[in-house]
């Protein structure tokens, strides 16, 4: 909290602001305050997501923000010299940061806090409602609780989009004397950074959500199983892990409830597949991430044999929200039988990259034009790969097409972890074809041969199409190929890697040919 | 590549990862975590620790060296003074990561997987440091940098 005659200026710092020069610009902001004699409160918040803005400066003047972006270290002079500590007017002003409609046309509702608030400051995380949803859960038992995650329609926001509450009493009902819940933080698709957000600018609510699945299916152990590709999100988790030991809020007497609840990161060490959830679990286990077969479903026989809750970041995150405004606040956002919100991430080549929270139904279109302004090279767009890199490309002709999970399986699409990737028209789809083929090439576990040696063969037939070898008999045997990978193999890596290829087969042919 | 030798374990070494599995040993599979805090020690996981870790947990050898060879941000040769990173996935393909990968290997006169004669970087593709808001991407050992054009990538280089 600022002092008084202090003014508090906040500087993200989150990896894509850091890695635009915010660490510069905060010292810049410090460096100049003591020489100018200001009185300034500097606060690391976390990011707003607005990239393309990055790095954000904002300054609270009577109680409301107002937003400077980007600012780069050579500009804080002269945002000093503007007066942008009463708010004063600067060419890369940008008014009170709510007000920007970039942010204003979302429903901030998981990333509420995220932007605001000092990431790892847990007077700011309650002072926005933050535990409010625990202390509602302790007071609850289990069924209770699981009762209103499933009445509020969560589903998995990894990609799969099971249905939370259904995982949660499985594993509630399972016979176990030791549970777990465990959170999948191996956000590997390119074009998501959702789960990173969460946990660099938002640490609080993951650690929340996991105690309230404890809570609800009598877990006592948490693992966060985090990438070592985010080792900012790995220091924040783990310094407010250790701030919610310290006030009781996780350990052996959660809130004074009487019920334990410890958490623990555990990194990856950079296998794609670990972002499976039973190869996860063997990674936590120690082991090689090799997936394994289902049944049993993690939720009877998970990590080290018992009950597990494996849900994504975001996934985790909403519980707190939800348990705290009730289930019917979250589900009145949605359509159909997807309820809540979306987490959209603009990424790739994007004007105005980033985050977006909002209701289901949001058409792609109004995502890439209204928020996303176009591609950041100007040039029109092409292709949009939704999902993650099993993820079709998705052709202009499909970008009326509204966000929802049924809406997009229609066209065999998928929403996946709500990465979308943009291309504009200077991308080579066969390349794009082939790579979908060689990162399942790199990344397979092996376990199966339609994905071990199918995804191997899929480079070589590209290569050959490519190079104008057995052209039309080559395109069949791809598509037999992706055939065998569909319905052969026993993860969705394997069983989704096809799909990139296929689209590239059915809408951009012209660039699967000869050359 | 230039220093394909990992038998290099000193005597010290082999009581320091000794030590560190012992640390870890009574963990719930503690197996990953110990071969991340040997990584995190001395730079890289050497040959020499796998029969050790081996005997400490009480597996097969073939169990400890099956992980390391498993996960890509594992090495069993020790790398450069810098570890480069770079971003191969699909939103830093739309932003122009090809041809920056063509002018890093360039450059740095390497391919993946290997470091300069002079022994100052080892470059690694790394898939998805999620800055694809703000692509290409890098890493240089734990610090993530975006909007790399080739320009920023050799200034970059002068700094580190």
Known sequence: MANRGEVRVFVPRDTTARSLGADDVAQAIAGTATDRGESVALVRSGSRGLYWLEPLVEVEVDGVRHAYGPIGPGDVEGLFDAGFLTAGDHANALGPTGQIPYLARQSRLTFARVGITDPVSLEDYRAYGGYEGLAKAVELDGAQIVDIVTESGLRGRGGAAFPTGIKWRTVLGAEGIQKYVTCNADEGDSGTFADRMIMESDPFALIEGMTIAGFAVGATEGYVYLRTEYPLAIEIMNEAIGSAESAGLLGENVMDSGQAFRLEVREAAGAYICGEETSMLESLEGKRGIIRYRPPLPAIKGLFGAPTIVNNVITLASVPIIMARGSKYYQDYGTGRSRGTLTVQLAGNIKRGGLVEIGFGTTLRELLEDFGGGSATGRPIRAVQAGGPLGAYVHPSQFDTPLDYEAFAEFGGMIGHGGLVVFDDTVDMGEQARFAMEFCAIESCGKCTPCRIGAVRGVEVIDKILSGVDEVDNLVLLRELCDTMVVGSLCALGGMAPFPVLSVLDHFPEDLRAR | ?160
């Open chain 2, 1 to 160: 590549m230039s220093n394909k030798s990992s038998g290099n374990g000193s005597a010290a070494s082999e009581a320091l990862i000794r030590e560190i599995a012992t640390r870890h040993a009574s963990l719930p599979g503690p197996l990953l975590l110990i071969l991340h805090a040997i990584q995190d020690e001395l730079g890289f996981v050497p040959n020499d620790a796998v029969p050790v870790v081996a005997e400490v947990l009480n597996v097969s050898r073939a169990e400890v060296h099956g992980v390391i060879s498993f996960y890509h941000l594992l090495r069993d040769t020790p790398p450069g003074r810098h570890t480069l990173y770079l971003c191969r996935a699909e939103a830093c393909q739309a932003m122009g990561a090809r041809t920056l990968e063509r002018h890093a290997k360039e450059k740095l006169g390497v391919d993946y997987h290997e470091t300069t004669e002079d022994g100052r970087f080892s470059l690694e593709p790394i898939f998805c440091l999620g800055n694809c808001a703000c692509s290409p991407a890098i890493m240089i050992d734990d610090f993530v940098y975006g909007r790399v054009t080739p320009e920023r990538f050799d200034a970059l280089l002068e700094v580190t």
